[in-house]
T-cell receptor, first 114, second 111 residues
Framework: EAGVTQSPTHLIKTRGQQATLRCSPI?????VYWYQQALGLGLQFLLW???????NRGNFPPRFSGRQFPNYSSELNVNALELEDSALYLC?????????????FGDGTRLSIL | KNEVEQSPQNLTAQEGEFITINCSYS?????LHWLQQHPGGGIVSLFM???GKKKHGRLIATINIQEKHSSLHITASHPRDSAVYIC?????????????FGKGTHLIIQP
C-alpha cells in the first residue's frame, strides 16, 4: 500500500510569489490535513479537508488556502509569500472524519522563501 | 485550546538504557498520538491511544486520562532510536480538528 505522497520535495520561491504544494493520501482515506513546521515554532495545524470540503483551519491568514479534489488528493496554496513562510509543510491523511483515527504523514515539502 | 507539554526537551543516553519521555495536556481529549520524526523531516506515527497501554516491539506507551498524562518508554535503546519524539492530541469534540503538538523531545542514543 502506497503511503502519503507529497510533491515537490523542495520548493524555492521569492517574496510575493505564490506556492502550490500537493498531497496524495493513502488509498481509501478521505481526510487530508496540512501542517506547518517552521523553525523554532514546532508543528502547527493549518487546514483539514474531508470529502472535498474544508472542515477546519488553524490560526493562519487567508492567504493560506487549499482544496481537495474528488479523488481526495489535496493542494495547499500560499499566496503573497513572506519570509516567515519558510517551513516544512506536512500532509497527513486518515480514514473518516473522527478524531480517534490515526493520521499517516507524508515526508513533507520544504518551502524556502528568498 | 489544548496545551501540550513534553519533557525532557533534550535527552542523551547510552545504548541499552531505558528511556522515558513524558507528555501532559490541559484539556480532555479523544486520543493521544506519539510520533517519531527523523532528521529528514518525515513523521512516523508510533501509537494512538485513548486509554491504558500499548506496546510495539521495544516501545511502550501509556496514558492516564484522569491525570491528563502520557509516557513513551523505549527499552534497550539503540542508536537508531535517535530522533525527535512528538506528543500530539486530538480534540474531544468528536470531529477531527487537527492535532495539537508538543514541542518534541530530541533523543540521542550514543553507542
Amino acid at each position: 500500500e502506497a503511503g502519503v505522497t507529497q510533491s515537490p520535495t523542495h520548493l524555492i520561491k521569492t517574496r510575493g510569489q505564490q506556492a502550490t504544494l500537493r498531497c496524495s493520501p493513502i488509498s481509501g482515506h478521505t481526510s487530508v490535513y496540512w501542517y506547518q513546521q517552521a523553525l523554532g515554532l514546532g508543528l502547527q495545524f493549518l487546514l483539514w479537508y474531508d470529502e472535498g470540503e474544508e472542515r477546519n483551519r488553524g490560526n493562519f491568514p487567508p492567504r493560506f488556502s487549499g482544496r481537495q479534489f474528488p479523488n481526495y488528493s489535496s493542494e495547499l496554496n500560499v499566496n503573497a509569500l513572506e519570509l516567515e513562510d519558510s517551513a516544512l509543510y506536512l500532509c497527513a491523511s486518515s480514514w473518516g472524519d473522527r478524531s480517534n483515527q490515526p493520521q499517516h504523514f507524508g515526508d513533507g515539502t520544504r518551502l524556502s522563501i528568498l | 485550546k489544548n496545551e501540550v507539554e513534553q519533557s525532557p526537551q533534550n535527552l542523551t543516553a547510552q545504548e541499552g538504557e531505558f528511556i522515558t519521555i513524558n507528555c501532559s495536556y490541559s484539556v480532555g481529549i479523544s486520543a493521544l498520538h506519539w510520533l517519531q520524526q527523523h532528521p529528514g523531516g518525515g513523521i512516523v506515527s508510533l501509537f494512538m491511544l485513548s486509554s491504558g497501554k500499548k506496546k510495539h516491539g521495544r516501545l511502550i506507551a501509556t496514558i492516564n486520562i484522569q491525570e491528563k498524562h502520557s509516557s513513551l518508554h523505549i527499552t534497550a535503546s539503540h542508536p537508531r532510536d535517535s530522533a525527535v519524539y512528538i506528543c500530539a492530541v486530538s480534540g474531544s469534540g468528536g470531529g477531527a480538528d487537527g492535532l495539537t503538538f508538543g514541542k518534541g523531545t530530541h533523543l540521542i542514543i550514543q553507542p
